[in-house]
């Protein structure tokens, strides 16, 4: 072999370990900018995901006031009602079968809020309002004047605990960030 041949050899070793090394580098380079993408859109899902938890906690937070509100007076219609006829939740036929506006936007409420609770992640909120509702719906639907009573001071305790629960957590997830 004489020099030029060796120094083609040499040129053409070069250029392969070059191109090597640049293909290496291209790979690794893509490699780590996919990581990037995915740690990046990760980051955009949860937190997206988080924004929405945190509008659910809002919207729960105010349909479970709106429906306090109408229960309570639901409540109050009813013992009026009392206080004239002396019979609790009696009503001729006519009457039952013609819901009022009060139980139409407090049957509403109701529905709404169960659409929004099915979205809350933590069960155990889920449940806490849940067994709420419960309480609302008991006292609306209460055989005496007197289990109203008893259920509405128990609605106005559970709401006091409920709303400071989910006042917390509406801060606790305005302020994480993933």
Known sequence: MNVEHVGAMWGFLG??????????????????????????????????????QHQTLLQIQDEILKLSNLSSNT???????????????????AELQR?????????????????????ILDDSLRAKISKYKSILVRMNNADSIEAAAVLSARMAE????LMGELGERIRSSSLVSP
């Open 75 to 93: 409540l109050v219609r009813d013992t009026i009602e009392y206080d004239i006829s002396r019979r609790w939740r009696w009503k001729p036929t």
């Open 15 to 52: 250029a392969i370990v070059g191109a090597a090394a640049s293909i290496t580098a291209t790979l690794l380079s893509l490699s780590h900018s996919r990581r990037l993408e995915t740690e990046r859109d990760q980051r955009s899902r949860a937190q997206r995901d988080q924004d929405a």
């Open 99 to 119: 819901l009022d506006q009060l139980d139409i936007d407090r049957t509403e409420s109701l529905r709404k809020s169960a659409v929004l609770i099915e979205r």
């Open 158 to 161: 559970e709401l006091e605990s």
